[in-house]
């Protein structure tokens, strides 16, 4: 059954407008839906990252080719992609829209949420404040800036309108077909944007139960979830057949965690949000769980209590303050799929992302307690609502400060290394990889290549480039020993076959060298530098017909191009 009482109306004697009421209210909605775009302008000069970004948009064979029946990466996501090909089709590989895109979906679900809010009989000033917070938070800039990260936002707008749909569905003592239909169709949407989305089911229960009583009568409510949870299974289940068919690792021990371990991790896991959401003055793509010979520390053990102990609390004041029931049972419902049970091949155990939906109910817990401790300490109101102004403020810098650590790659894995996260080496490799890319400083990205692979000899794409690195500086011998390594693991990459070729032809092991050009052509026949690479290696051992014959056939391929 649904709660009875709700903290909205008990905190006060009216009952706020219902949302499309007129009202002088009606600005506020736009208001916060421009603070939330107008902060997010600020990254719009940020570049396109080396972590997951050219993976998703340009080098997404779904999207350069508007093919949506692929999969990428080990997912299924085809309307996220379909917002990246019309980016790429207008703009290439210009950051600008793909960044202007997220902004302008994370400012509609801005406006999306503070509506929903309003459907739930929050009160307007709690509405506002926690839409505020949602708008600016700085935990929200790894879903918005990021560029890989836009697929977030974009199941997030699904559900909300899907939850809104919903709403107008069991707002009538005999449902509405339409507008169920219209929900189930949201829903489906939001799984095709991002497989996350799977909670939305999970979320309209937690809504129906203890936010606001719906009209519908509960056998039809009970019976309108079945679609939902059953669409919502599919969807898991098909997600984990996409990353299996992508070769990807799905396991409870997977990272040197124990299946009881993780249980402390999935514990310890939200206790870490909350510390963010309350204060994210550290920040990062990445976290690391901390392990070493000795087992886990000591507040990794302790977070099962400190979980019950807060269980406890919302359950002892269900009564007095019902928020904060609501509060922690809105954010579980949305990031319980992302707690760390086991690794399905992502490379973050937990993540910033992760928070955006979820972090609504943490912010209205926040906001709710915020005026609840104004009314109980009425001599001290106006100093704890300053208070929380200038927290608010300081949320709004710290936005704009973490929106500057997404300007490129390098500043972004700085940041992340200088707070200690290295990911197994994988920041080493990401930052080397940059620094290899635009030539900035190549002995810093042979020492960060070198550092990655001294803590992580399994980072393949390091032996890729720094053996490119080698080749360039004309260590050929150290070029062919990583090169090696990298195509035992990739055997498929005909370009680097040719970039081994190339070095064994300068150590004038030119037989060796034939027979990786052969490779490049037999895996990609069209590669037309290896025909003139391979004529010059049979010119080295006296070959004149064949080599001519490759040397005509690059000629030929080469013109065609001009």
Not at 229 to 253: K, P
Not at 262 to 280: D, H, N
Not at 510 to 526: C, G, M, Q, S, V
Request: proline fraction near 4%; charged fraction near 20%; glycine fraction near 6%.
């Amino acid at each position: 059954m649904a709660k009875k009482s709700n903290p909205a109306r008990k905190a006060a004697p009216s009952k706020p407008a219902p949302s499309g009421a007129s009202g002088d209210g009606n600005w506020q909605p736009w208001v916060l839906a421009a603070a939330g775009f107008l902060l997010f302008c600020t990254g719009f000069s940020n570049e396109m990252l080396g972590i997951d970004d050219h993976m998703a948009t340009v080098d997404n064979p779904a999207v350069k080719n508007f093919d949506f029946g692929i999969f990428n990466l080990g997912m299924y996501a085809p309307l996220t992609w379909m917002g990246y090909a019309v980016s790429y089709t207008i703009g290439g590989e210009n950051p600008f829209l793909y960044h202007l895109m997220s902004a302008l979906v994370h400012a509609a679900n801005v406006w999306l949420l503070f509506r929903l809010l309003q459907r739930l009989d929050v009160l307007r000033n709690i509405a506002f404040a926690s839409t505020l917070l949602f708008a600016i938070h700085p935990i929200q800039v790894e879903s918005v800036a990021w560029i890989a990260g836009f697929s977030t936002p974009l199941f997030t707008l699904f559900c909300l309108l899907s939850v809104q749909f919903y709403l107008d569905h069991a707002d009538k003592p005999e449902g509405s077909n339409n507008q169920y239909a219209l929900s189930l169709g949201m829903f489906i949407a939001a799984c095709l944007a991002k497989s996350t989305a799977v909670v939305l089911p999970v979320l309209l229960l937690v809504i129906d139960q203890y936010w606001k009583k719906p009209a519908l009568e509960a056998r039809k409510r009970w019976l309108g979830y079945i679609p939902f949870f059953t669409l919502a299974l599919a969807f898991g289940l098909f997600t984990f057949h996409t990353r299996a068919a992508a070769g990807v690792e799905v396991s409870a021990d997977s990272g040197g965690f124990s299946a009881v371990e993780r249980i402390f991790l999935v514990c310890y896991t939200p206790l870490l949000y909350w510390s963010k959401l309350l204060w994210p003055g550290n920040l990062s793509i990445y976290y690391s769980f901390d392990k070493t010979e000795n087992g886990m520390p000591a507040l990794y053990y302790a977070a099962p209590v400190l979980l019950a102990v807060v269980a406890y609390a919302a359950w002892h004041f269900r009564e007095k303050a019902p928020w904060l029931r609501q509060g922690l049972l809105f954010y579980a419902a949305n990031i319980f799929v992302a707690l760390p049970y086991y690794s399905v091949g992502a490379f973050e155990l937990c993540a910033d992302h992760y928070n955006y939906l979820a972090a609504v109910g943490i912010f209205y817990l926040l906001v709710s307690a915020w005026s609840a401790a104004q009314r109980a300490y009425p001599a001290a109101a106006g100093g704890i609502a300053w208070a929380g102004r200038l927290w608010a403020v300081a949320l709004v810098v710290m936005s704009l400060i973490q929106i500057r650590y997404w300007k490129d790659t390098i500043a972004i894995v700085d940041n992340a290394i200088e707070k200690g996260f290295h990911q197994n080496g994988r920041m080493y490799e990401a930052r080397a990889i940059a620094y290899a890319n635009d030539r900035r400083d190549m002995n810093q990205a042979m020492r960060d290549f070198n550092k990655a692979l001294e803590i992580n000899p399994k980072l393949y794409d390091s032996y890729k480039y720094r053996g490119s690195l080698y080749g360039l500086s004309r260590q050929y011998e150290k070029s062919v020993a990583d090169l090696d390594k990298y195509l035992e693991s990739k055997p498929d990459d005909a370009e680097q076959y040719y970039n081994r070729g190339l070095s064994l032809l300068n150590l004038d092991r030119a037989r060796d060298a034939i027979r990786d050009f052969n490779k490049t052509l037999e895996i990609n026949p069209d590669f037309a530098r290896a025909y003139r690479a391979r004529g010059n290696a049979y010119l080295k051992i006296g070959d004149t017909a064949k080599a001519d014959a490759d040397l005509a056939e690059w000629e030929r391929r080469n013109n065609g191009r001009r």
